[in-house]
């Protein structure tokens, strides 16, 4: 062929394609094959690739429970050369994780040699260590033989390894999972058999059991570490309603009393996943840069067990206040994250599950494992029942079977033709021995074609009927859940729950940490927002960014907290002492919060936990709300107000007690007036509706005392209705209201 001719076949080969188009096909098929094979376990047994290749090339070492443990190193052999074509190292990681009993609740490798500690320390090399697999184990890999699950071949074709395990065991939730793929991610805490196994049994009594009745059961995550859950039982429910949320966890401590009057604390248990050598480390750095003005000393005394003994400055200083301060500032307190995405619908999609959705799955696959096992084994006794109606046969006519072995040349089809067997009976009877011709024998054979023909009528039964199929089901967990009990070594609870702590602490602790000094914070219309030393300040000498104003000036103290309420319902809380320094023009809002850039901040305010506010949506709906149910723990904020798509949070007032009447006004010159009680008080939701508009939405809103009237205007001209002039204003709630006096702001705010 001539260059001519190849160079025009090879332009008439290439395929004009955007780049665009061409990268996102690429990188569409490397996330897909991220998320499968890699980040994201399956929700029927719970593991990875990795973990499952592991576990299946060590039962095909045999290296189960009662045979010796072998070297890590062929382990990792056997898994990168057959199933797994990655590097050595990484395998041996995963090998390493699940014998670690720090990191994994129900440990699925039994470790012999050093796998590493709850200090961080690595496990030693994979030549010095050997495993063999645990009694946890050997339940998810039962039934490989048994048809149980479908196998694919290995990435060399060489072989076939299982697509997923038959898993006897939730260990999705048992022992949770973490991987982060492209664009989504996973984390699922360790959760306690026993309850998981309690759950289980609820929804195979009913179907329609909810979420808040399974965490009657599932209390809760139970970490491998301990540790003490402190989340309030609302947000754990909503985690797993929605699969996603997050638990937070503190370290369990006592308190020692020490001869002389003096104390010690020490730390018994600490949060799951942290590094005990590296915690220590960063209490030392804080210590030495006197951001632990509470502890004198830090001692770790651990040796099996872990034992951090804490030493107080004073005597006079209270053990709660202390422990106070290690929580807000180290990792004595963590937050786990549940984020429930998992394989499911045969390992295919990825999708966020419910708790009642995991426990499902769960069961539907345990349903079709059973049934794919019983139909297995129906094969092997109608096999079996097939072979045993030919030994009858021989035995009934033993000599004529003889003879026509000893005269036939081809005894296979005339033995066939003489008794009417199958091919199967008549290898059967071809391949016996001698010594099986005995009148024993038949009496054996007999019996055993009784029992499996007793045992064939009970597979059937149970193929066929879906009732009979979760009962069987029902029967194994309840096995699962007697092996582990919570009365049990391994499966007794080892997290254990205690109410959020009380903000009155956080208070004190506040106080004692933070100098009392009297302060002016100055916020501006654009959200910038700093303190100024000390009050009675002169507004007019404050200075503000070219465009930008004032909007709020306070007056607090440097142990205050400031509300800060936003247009997307959320209230946020932030401490006065940490307030940038009012030199400058200070910091954005949006940068000490989690705002979102389309949310702006709708009121600031000095928290006063005994108040009552009144909050409402431009909608026109709202509620009031205690101040103490308004302070957030942490920088997303805490939802208070609802608000559908489209519809903004405008309004946070401070409800005085003595007020009895509210007036609201919409952006319409619309007024209402009516009594106080007829808003309901609620800690969160959408509220109910104030005022009705046609056009527009909520303006204003003010409450007062009746008797002395409604007043409105600037602080230098205020006018006052009387309550005989509010008369044609006072409706029932949600009406529309009628214009507002003549002179009323043009601003349609009080």
Sequence with gaps: MSKKTTNAASAQSIIEQPITDLISERYLAYALSTIMSRSLPDVRDGLKPVHRRLLYAMAQLKLDPKHPPKKSA??????????????????????????????????????????????????????YTEARLTETAQRLLEGLDENAVDFRPTYDGDSEEPIVLAANFPNLLANGASGIAVGMACSIPPHNVAEICDGLLMLLENKKVTVKELVGCIKGPDFPTGGILVEPKESILQA????????????????????????????????????????????AALMEEKKLPLLDDIIDESAEDVRVVLTPKSRNVAPELLMESLFRNTD????????????????????VLSLKDVLQEFLNHRQVVLVRQSKHRLEQVNHRLEVLAGYLIVFLNLDKVIKIIRDSDEPKPAL????????????????????????????????????????????????????????????????????????????????????????????????VLTEKEPITVVCSDKGWI???????????????????????????????????????????????????????????????????????????????PEEKLLVASDDGRGFIVPAAECLAQTKNGKQILNVDEGVKAVISYVVEPEHDHVAVIGENRKLVVFPLDQIPEMNKGKG????????????????????????????????????????????????AGRLPPNGFPRSGKF
Aim: glycine letters at 8%; proline letters at 3%.
């Design 74 to 127: 062929r382990v990792v052999g056997d898994v990168i050369g057959k199933f797994h074509p990655h590097g050595d190292q990484s395998v041996y990681d995963a090998l390493v994780r699940l014998a670690q009993d720090f990191a994994v609740r129900y440990p699925l490798v039994d470790g012999q040699g050093n796998f590493g500690n709850i200090d961080g320390d690595n496990a030693a090399a994979m030549r």
């Design 240 to 283: 797993y309603e929605t699969g996603r949320g997050s638990f937070r966890v503190r370290a369990k401590w006592k308190k020692e009393e020490l001869k002389g009057g003096g104390y010690q604390i020490v730390v018994t248990e600490i949060p799951y996943q942290v590094q005990k050598s590296k915690l220590i480390e960063k209490v």
């Design 332 to 351: 004595f307190e963590t937050r786990f994250s549940l984020n429930m995405n998992v394989l499911t619908e045969q390992g295919k999609v990825p999708r």
């Design 416 to 511: 066939m033709k003489a008794f009417k067997l199958t091919e199967v009976q008549t290898e059967a009877i071809l391949n016996m021995r001698l010594r099986s011709l005995r009148k024993l024998e038949e009496m054996e054979i007999k019996q055993e074609n009784k029992a499996l023909t007793a045992e064939k009528d009970d597979l059937e039964k149970l193929i066929s009927s879906e009732a009979r199929q979760w009962t069987s089901i029902k029967k194994q967990v309840q096995i699962m859940q007697k092996a582990y009990g919570l009365d049990t070594e391994l499966g007794k609870r080892r997290s254990t729950f205690s109410k959020a702590p009380d903000v009155s602490i956080a208070e004190a602790l506040d106080e």
């Design 530 to 608: 700093r303190a100024m030393k000390g009050w009675d300040l002169n507004i007019e000498d404050f200075k503000y960014k070219e465009g930008d104003e004032e909007r709020f000036v306070l007056e607090a103290m440097t142990t205050d907290k400031l509300l800060v309420f936003a247009t997307n319902g959320r209230f946020y809380a932030l401490s006065c002492d940490k307030l940038p320094s009012g030199r400058g023009f200070g910091e954005p809002l949006k940068v000490m919060m989690e705002l979102p850039q389309e949310v702006e901040f709708v009121s600031i305010s000095v928290y006063m």
């Design 688 to 735: 109910i509706t104030l005022q009705k508009y046609k056009d527009g939405g909520l303006a204003d809103v003010k409450t007062f005392t009746l008797g002395e009237g409604l007043s409105y205007g600037s602080v230098k001209r205020q006018t006052t209705i009387s309550k005989k002039e509010l008369m044609p204003w006072l409706v029932e709630r949600a009406q």
